[in-house]
Nanobody
Framework: QVQLAESGGGLVQAGGSLRLSCAASGSAFSINVMDWYRQAPGKQRELVAT???????NYADFVKGRFTISRDYVKNTVYLQMNGLKPEDTAVYYC??????????WGQGTQVTVSS
């Protein structure tokens, strides 16, 4: 069982920055992929960014050039650096991990609010 704990959300003005963190913990495991999703009120959860064990990253079009996903393999922590935030980025951001090839788990989410 792997557990994820997010942190770093908060309130920021448009154009500002935030850095989200997600730490994975539990018994012996091997992370395959870690992702960030977000869900705004009344909308479906959507994929924001992905990073594989090999360091390959992918981003949703709506965050390309603004967000950067990275991973600390020693700490088993994934980060999402968010720059140039827009009001439409307001959402609950969730960390997600796939591990031991066939398993997945979700964090509880952290609120990001961007004011105009």
């Amino acid at each position: 069982q792997v557990q994820l704990a997010e942190s770093g959300g908060g309130l920021v003005q448009a154009g500002g920055s935030l850095r989200l963190s997600c730490a994975a913990s539990g018994s012996a495991f091997s992370i395959n992929v870690m992702d960030w999703y977000r869900q705004a009120p009344g909308k479906q959860r959507e994929l924001v960014a992905t990073i594989t064990i090999g360091g390959i990253t992918n981003y949703a079009d709506f965050v390309k050039g603004r967000f950067t996903i990275s991973r600390d393999y020693v700490k088993n922590t994934v980060y999402l650096q968010m720059n140039g935030l827009k009001p439409e980025d307001t959402a609950v951001y969730y960390c997600h991990a796939r591990y031991d090839d066939d398993y997945e788990t979700w964090g509880q989410g952290t609120q990001v609010t961007v004011s105009s």
